[in-house]
């Protein structure tokens, strides 16, 4: 079955630091894979997807991740992290047979310290 | 446009009432699906839509119905409210199956006592 663990609940960089959230998936077929961004009180937005090609994509806001298919992995980065920046992040696999579902992981909560 | 839009944003619901969470989108997409946000469990599918009149069950279908009678309209209907229906509710929408990106409305937090 298609998983998705984000090891971490919760995350405090301080801000102009560099920020790395981890993802692991467990996918049988070649995955489509999501970051979304879940701000206090609001909906979730996709940030970044990959389907294919490059393994290195860059999102909205400065973000980017990498597709590692050796580690099942696709963490988050950005080089420099602003206050803005404090939200919930969310991984997510598309499982593209039966439904086309989303799977989500938990989540990791970002905190930004001045 | 107003994207996809959920109605009401707060609830708070007696143990055994029933209710109907709106949720409507005017980007006359195909794809239609509810979320159920709990903490430490990230999103969880409860039913979909491929299109008018098409439903599936998600991964925690049970204790609620969905009807799709028109592409804008994907109301979820709490049929006996339980404590455990106590969540934060998500509708999104795309235009497609195999078109993935979601977008999402602004949420139903519902209290079942």
């Known amino acids: 079955a298609q998983s998705v663990t984000q090891p971490d609940i919760h995350i405090t960089v301080s801000e102009g630091a560099s920020l790395e959230l981890r993802c692991n998936y467990s996918y049988g077929a070649t995955p489509y894979l999501f970051w979304y961004v879940q701000s206090p009180g609001q909906g979730l937005q996709l940030l970044l997807k990959?389907?294919?090609?490059?393994?290195l994509v860059q999102g909205i806001k400065g973000f980017e991740a990498e597709f590692k298919r050796s580690q099942s992995s696709f963490n988050l980065r950005k080089p420099s992290v602003h206050w803005s920046d404090a939200a919930e992040y969310f991984c997510?696999?598309?499982?593209?047979?039966?439904?086309?579902?989303?799977?989500f992981g938990a989540g990791t909560r970002l905190f930004v310290k001045a | 446009n107003a994207g996809v839009t959920q109605t009401p944003k707060f609830q708070v619901l007696k143990t055994g009432q029933s209710m109907t969470l709106q949720c409507a989108q005017d980007m006359n997409h195909e794809y239609m699906s509810w979320y159920r946000q709990d903490p430490g469990m990230g999103l969880r599918l409860i039913h979909y839509?491929?299109?008018?009149?098409?439903?599936d069950q998600g991964e925690v279908p049970n204790g609620y119905n969905v009807s799709r009678s028109t592409t804008e309209d994907f109301p979820l209907r709490l049929l006996s409210a339980a404590p455990s229906q106590t969540s934060v509710y998500f509708c999104a929408s795309r235009l497609k199956r195999e078109i993935w990106e979601q977008y999402f409305g602004p949420g139903t937090r519902l209290t079942v006592t």
């Open positions: 990959y389907f294919s090609g490059d393994t």
């Open positions: 839509s491929v299109g008018a009149g098409i439903t």
């Open positions: 997510a696999v598309g499982a593209g047979t039966g439904g086309f579902k989303t799977i």
